[in-house]
């Protein structure tokens, strides 16, 4: 239970509530007690007064009866404020390590999440953390709850009668020792059972991501049956648990009928030695049933604690991750971006050998328009990712303003810059509030001003709600070239110093990213800009274009010296001129 003691912070900051739990918990079971001790003082009156007459017996039967269900009644209140602060508190922990983990998720860098799965990184925030809220509520209220009667009944036995009380307690030794065993196998099963979960959760995130792709390739049959054999596993590791779970109640109720047994014939002979009395056995069954229910939940108490202790484990080592680019905020913010510039820089992907970017120097500059060309796989979008510290270079040094970038502030850095990327991301919003994103206070004209330079004005206005249509998830209600205007209308509208447009035009005609490209032109010369692409088309408004080939820069220049170099530049340009 290791991994659960650093939850004792969170104990201690909802001390006063744990405090009033335990107390809860002492009094419920204190009048938990009564009706056995009631239930016994109106038997052994009974039967001292069977002789008598009824009406003056039924009035003190009728105390003893109302006496138990007030003493009921009060335990019932009692267990309720028990539940209402133990179980409250169990939900205020979780609530707090469920931001505690997002904000990890936050601050964790693109590298985390490039080896990350995501039906794990859910089961995380979610499965985990069910899993140790059950602990640090129902385990631990029922825990003492079970310590505290179980003191007090033992002590109310041996009070009774020593002999009797052991009789009572021999089978328990035999139930725990069954229960450690169930247990183990329970919990080896159920973790088999998170896992197939786990694998689920994966697929059915994935089919749901890419259910264009799935039905434009017909694989409907296939990952149907790809899901079936995930559903089929999960649900054969799920009967063998339950399975175990349905053996396991019913040895308990058969070890507390032999227990109840025993009481009745050992407490009939001490009954017939005049040692106890007929109320003192209905006592000890009573107190019986109080104990074999909580201790038969001492499995799946155990059961509970084992899981939420696995679940602690993985949310430790996930908590104790330190994101490879942190954060100072102390660091300088820079008002006005004057130059960028790449000096030597170098950069290799983790577990690789192969350099990405290769000596890379380059100089961008306040008003001008740079753009990078090249094949596949030469280390475009890692340029823009160094650009915006999704990742830090592996050598070499990036300036902004003659300032390593590594020293100023990260928030303001990535606030002052728009980054269009490939693969275009629109949230389950507004089309407004998308646009809106980076500048939540725009106005609806700003709004539709940016609609209008993107280019997607019109389309939008053509939705019955107009700007406040709202998009599916991932914004697959639109289309390609409709999430990319959207996303290029999200980037600008907040002005940014540094505006980084990555092949964000590609699901576009070249009428239209001409177009897009003459709108956004005067706003371009009042920022820096980095245009990333594969046609000519889009990058030839640029001041100078550096074409990347394996991570090396072979080219650079006007798209006129390149032109007439003849060189990788030009050929590109001539077969694109030929596909058109």
Not at 205 to 219: C, D, L, M, V, Y
Not at 558 to 565: F, K, N, V
């Amino acid at each position: 239970m290791k991994d659960l003691l650093t939850l004792n912070r969170y104990f201690y900051k909802y001390r006063k509530r744990a405090i009033l739990g335990i107390l809860f918990v002492l009094a419920a079971n204190y009048f938990g007690l009564l009706p056995a001790q009631l239930t016994r003082k109106a038997l052994d009156f009974v039967t001292r007064h069977q002789h008598t007459v009824l009406s003056d017996s039924m009035q003190t039967i009728t105390f003893y009866a109302l006496a138990i269900l007030g003493v009921v009644f009060i335990r019932g209140v009692l267990m309720f404020f028990m539940r209402q602060t133990i179980i409250v508190m169990s939900r205020h922990i979780e609530y707090d390590m469920k931001n505690e983990i997002y904000n990890q998720y936050q601050k964790l860098g693109a590298r985390f999440y490039s080896n990350a799965n995501t039906g794990d990184l859910m089961n995380r925030i979610s499965e985990d953390v069910s899993r140790v809220r059950m602990y640090t509520g129902p385990a631990i209220m029922y825990t003492v709850n079970i310590v505290v009667m179980f003191i007090l009944v033992f002590v109310a036995m041996i009070r009774i009668h020593p002999g009797l009380t052991v009789v009572v307690l021999l089978p328990l030794p035999v139930l725990v020792m069954m229960i450690y065993y169930v247990e183990n196998i329970i919990n080896r099963q159920s973790e088999k059972v998170q896992e197939s979960l786990s694998d689920l959760s994966t697929v059915t995130q994935e089919t749901f991501s890419g259910i264009r792709i799935i039905k434009s390739f017909a694989k409907e049959a296939l990952f149907g049956s790809l899901f079936e054999k995930r559903v089929r596993t999960y649900f054969n590791h799920s009967m063998k648990l339950a399975r175990v779970n349905a053996l396991f109640m019913p040895a308990i109720v058969l070890l507390a009928g032999i227990s109840s047994i025993a009481v009745i014939y050992y407490g009939g002979i001490l009954v017939n030695q005049h040692q106890i009395t007929y109320g003192n056995i209905a006592e000890f069954v009573i107190y019986l049933n109080m104990l074999m229910w909580p201790v038969g939940m001492l499995g799946w108490i155990i059961t509970m604690v084992q899981r939420s202790d696995a679940s602690q484990r993985r949310i430790n080592e996930f908590l104790k991750l330190e994101p490879e680019i942190i954060e100072d905020y102390s660091a300088i913010t820079v008002h006005q971006l004057e130059n960028i510039r790449f000096k030597n820089v170098d950069f290799e992907y983790h577990n690789t050998d192969k350099k990405v970017l290769q000596d890379i120097n380059l100089t961008f500059q306040k008003g001008k328009i740079v753009a990078i060309v090249g094949s596949t796989g030469s280390g475009k979008t890692t340029l823009a990712n160094l650009l915006v510290r999704l990742y830090d270079v592996t050598g070499g040094t990036i300036f902004v303003n003659d300032i390593p970038i590594q020293q100023i502030n990260l928030s303001e850095w990535r606030k002052s810059t728009g980054y269009i990327t490939q693969d275009v991301l629109l949230f389950s919003d507004s089309i407004a509030n998308n646009i809106s994103f980076g500048m939540q206070e725009a106005s609806r004209e700003e709004i539709e001003a940016a609609a209008k330079d993107a280019m997607v004005y019109q389309e939008i206005i053509q939705f019955k709600k107009g700007f406040e249509t709202i998009l599916g998830e991932r914004g697959i209600s639109l289309s390609g070239g409709q999430k990319q205007r959207v996303a290029i209308a999200r980037a600008i509208i907040k002005k940014p110093q540094l505006l980084i447009l990555d092949d964000c035009l590609s699901a576009l005609d070249t009428h239209t990213e001409e177009q897009i490209m003459l709108n956004l032109l005067p706003q371009l010369k009042q920022s820096m800009t980095l245009i990333i692409g594969h046609r000519v088309s889009s990058v030839k408004y640029a001041n100078e274009i550096y074409v990347l080939d394996e991570g090396k820069i072979i080219e650079r220049g006007t798209h006129e010296s390149l032109m007439a170099a003849k060189g990788y530049y030009a050929g590109l340009a001539q077969i694109q001129a030929e596909q058109k």
